[in-house]
Structures are given as structure tokens and as C-alpha cells.
């Protein structure tokens, strides 16, 4: 139903990275096979523990995470988790993350013959470093990692980045490296603080902020890129709770929507978003509604 990147999805609703984990958790609640695709939490080289406990707030309108790129690392992810996600009857994408270039190009070499579909390079993860993943903000280092990584990908290579204000340079230079596609937006920073202790909540203090308040923020924002990336295979996402919500992000410009936050609160959410946009687009068309972005 929809194609990007000569890759057909059966519907336009993904699972963004992080909130399913590797999927076998969440394959006990619902059939990942009816998902129009999957994204895996983020791998890096070594195994990461994560940040130190309290790590999860939830606040107005949404949920703030310094989990901290917790993960099995690349052997123990092909080892157990690999397997389970070539054995899914949907489109699977890898989310991989690093310090360094060359921390992504391993990873690509390391996975490339598996059946993902779609290599999605995590430069936006706000809760390592002192600020986040410096090479998602670096127009040069993003430019050269996208190249590099093009001339070993099997796979088209995506890039996931966050709200910056100089956004749009950060994507001319992953366009002019050759990328395939970027998945916007990364959770923004959030801050929660105990009123009684005067200190922040979370251990780490600031967190990456999703839920239903960055809804309007992440529209904007791939609607924006949209706007001067015409031909640019987009990956949406930022608060979607309802098939309301997917709608209005295949308006504002995005081919395929993520649910993250939103399966935290239910994990049926995907599925039940998917039966009603299939109701939906039984009167809309797709592609109508996805010109919307380019009209005007
Ligand atoms: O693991 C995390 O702390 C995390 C990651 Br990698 C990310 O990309 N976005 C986020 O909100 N949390």
C-alpha cells in the first residue's frame, strides 16, 4: 500500500525505535505481522547498561526517558534477538547507533544480510554524552558517514534525527551523501522537577520528551522538511496516539508514521490505528492525501 525506497509496506504504521524493545516482549500482546513495518531499539557495538534509575517520568501530556541507550550490544542482538525479527512477516528496520563513524559502518557490515529492510542510523538520541550524539548535529560528519555508509549498505540508510534548528542544512547534507530517507523527530528534551526536593526527577535530569504534547512539534517539523526535500522518503512520528493523528502526519509530508510513546500506554494502539486507517482510506486516497504537504 505504500512504497518508499522500492520497499512495499502493507499499511503506512510503523513501530518507531525504542518502546517494542527487539519485539519478543511485545509479539505476547499483538501480531507484529500486521504492522505495516518494525523498528528495533537501537544496537550499538558494546552493551550499554543505560542510565542509573529513576529513568522514566511521566509529566502532562507525555513521558520523559533518560533510558540511555540501553542495549544488548551487536554479538548478544544478532545472537538473540536477530533471528526472531528475519522471522517477522513484516518489513523490519534496524536502528543502530554509535560514538563514531566507524561505530556505524561496523554495525551496517555486521547486519547487512539480514533481512531488514531499512538501515536507520541514530544520531539524535538525547540521553548519552553531554548533549546527546555530537555526530547528529555535525553537517561534515554527517555528510561523510552517510556517504561511507552508502558504499557498504545492502540496504537503504535512513537517518533519525531531532528538532534542530538548523534542520534543514543537517538533511542537505545527508541528501548530498546519498541518503535514502530520514525518520523525524527524535524525542526533544524535557525537564521534570520534585517541587519538594527542588530537584530534578530523573537521575540524569534532562530526558527526551514524547508523548501527545510534541505532536505539534514534530508535525511542524516534517512538514518543514518537507516542504524543501519534495522527493524524500520521510519517516513520521512524534505523539501519535490516534488514526487522526497518522493522518495528519501523511498530510504534513511523512510516507510511513511511528508510534512510539503510544504503545507504552497500550500496545494494542498500532493495530487498532491500522483497522481504523483502513476504514479511512477505503473513501481517501493515499496519495491525495500525502500531496497535501506539496500543494500549496
Ligand atoms: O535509549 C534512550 O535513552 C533513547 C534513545 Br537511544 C533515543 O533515540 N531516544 C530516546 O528518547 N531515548
Given at each position: 500500500?505504500?512504497?518508499?525506497?522500492?520497499?512495499?509496506?502493507?499499511?503506512?504504521?510503523?513501530?518507531?525505535?525504542?518502546?517494542?524493545?527487539?519485539?519478543?516482549?511485545?509479539?505476547?500482546?499483538?501480531?507484529?505481522?500486521?504492522?505495516?513495518?518494525?523498528?528495533?531499539?537501537?544496537?550499538?557495538?558494546?552493551?550499554?547498561?543505560?542510565?542509573?534509575?529513576?529513568?522514566?517520568?511521566?509529566?502532562?501530556?507525555?513521558?520523559?526517558?533518560?533510558?540511555?541507550?540501553?542495549?544488548?550490544?551487536?554479538?548478544?542482538?544478532?545472537?538473540?534477538?536477530?533471528?526472531?525479527?528475519?522471522?517477522?512477516?513484516?518489513?523490519?528496520?534496524?536502528?543502530?547507533?554509535?560514538?563514531?563513524?566507524?561505530?556505524?559502518?561496523n554495525l551496517i557490515e555486521r547486519l547487512n544480510d539480514s533481512k531488514a529492510v531499512i538501515f536507520e542510523l541514530n544520531l539524535s538520541c538525547p540521553n548519552v554524552g553531554k548533549n546527546g550524539i555530537p555526530l547528529g548535529i555535525d553537517k561534515e560528519g554527517i555528510y561523510s558517514l552517510v556517504k561511507e555508509a552508502k558504499k557498504i549498505s545492502k540496504k537503504p540508510i535512513f537517518i533519525k534525527l531531532g528538532v534542530e534548528t538548523f534542520l534543514e542544512d543537517l538533511v542537505e547534507s545527508a541528501v548530498k551523501g546519498g541518503v535514502d530517507g530520514v525518520t523525524l523527530i527524535n524525542s526533544p528534551k524535557g525537564l521534570k522537577?520534585?517541587?519538594?526536593?527542588?530537584?530534578?526527577?530523573?537521575?540524569?535530569?534532562?530526558?527526551?520528551?514524547?508523548?501527545?504534547?510534541?505532536?505539534?512539534?514534530?508535525?511542524?517539523?516534517?512538514?518543514?522538511?518537507?516542504?524543501?526535500?519534495?522527493?524524500?522518503?520521510?519517516?513520521?512520528?512524534?505523539?501519535?496516539?490516534?488514526?487522526?493523528?497518522?493522518?495528519?502526519f501523511i498530510m504534513a509530508g511523512a510516507n510511513l508514521v511511528g508510534i512510539g510513546a503510544g504503545v507504552m500506554s497500550d500496545p494494542e494502539r498500532p493495530i487498532n490505528i491500522i483497522k481504523e486507517l483502513e476504514e479511512y482510506f477505503k473513501v481517501h486516497d493515499y496519495q491525495k492525501i500525502f500531496n497535501c504537504a506539496l500543494e500549496g
Amino acid at each position: 500500500m505504500v512504497n518508499i525506497c522500492g520497499i512495499e509496506f502493507k499499511n503506512p504504521i510503523i513501530i518507531a525505535s525504542g518502546p517494542g524493545g527487539n519485539g519478543q516482549e511485545l509479539a505476547k500482546y499483538i501480531d507484529l505481522n500486521k504492522l505495516g513495518g518494525f523498528t528495533a531499539k537501537t544496537v550499538t557495538p558494546d552493551e550499554k547498561e543505560g542510565n542509573p534509575p529513576p529513568r522514566i517520568v511521566n509529566v502532562k501530556a507525555g513521558i520523559l526517558n533518560s533510558i540511555g541507550l540501553q542495549n544488548p550490544g551487536i554479538d548478544k542482538f544478532i545472537e538473540d534477538d536477530l533471528n526472531f525479527l528475519d522471522s517477522l512477516d513484516t518489513n523490519v528496520i534496524l536502528s543502530i547507533g554509535g560514538d563514531k563513524k566507524e561505530d556505524y559502518l561496523n554495525l551496517i557490515e555486521r547486519l547487512n544480510d539480514s533481512k531488514a529492510v531499512i538501515f536507520e542510523l541514530n544520531l539524535s538520541c538525547p540521553n548519552v554524552g553531554k548533549n546527546g550524539i555530537p555526530l547528529g548535529i555535525d553537517k561534515e560528519g554527517i555528510y561523510s558517514l552517510v556517504k561511507e555508509a552508502k558504499k557498504i549498505s545492502k540496504k537503504p540508510i535512513f537517518i533519525k534525527l531531532g528538532v534542530e534548528t538548523f534542520l534543514e542544512d543537517l538533511v542537505e547534507s545527508a541528501v548530498k551523501g546519498g541518503v535514502d530517507g530520514v525518520t523525524l523527530i527524535n524525542s526533544p528534551k524535557g525537564l521534570k522537577i520534585d517541587i519538594n526536593t527542588g530537584k530534578p526527577i530523573l537521575k540524569r535530569a534532562v530526558g527526551g520528551f514524547s508523548g501527545p504534547a510534541i505532536k505539534p512539534i514534530a508535525l511542524a517539523t516534517v512538514y518543514r522538511i518537507r516542504k524543501v526535500f519534495r522527493d524524500l522518503p520521510i519517516i513520521g512520528m512524534g505523539g501519535v496516539f490516534t488514526f487522526e493523528d497518522a493522518i495528519e502526519f501523511i498530510m504534513a509530508g511523512a510516507n510511513l508514521v511511528g508510534i512510539g510513546a503510544g504503545v507504552m500506554s497500550d500496545p494494542e494502539r498500532p493495530i487498532n490505528i491500522i483497522k481504523e486507517l483502513e476504514e479511512y482510506f477505503k473513501v481517501h486516497d493515499y496519495q491525495k492525501i500525502f500531496n497535501c504537504a506539496l500543494e500549496g
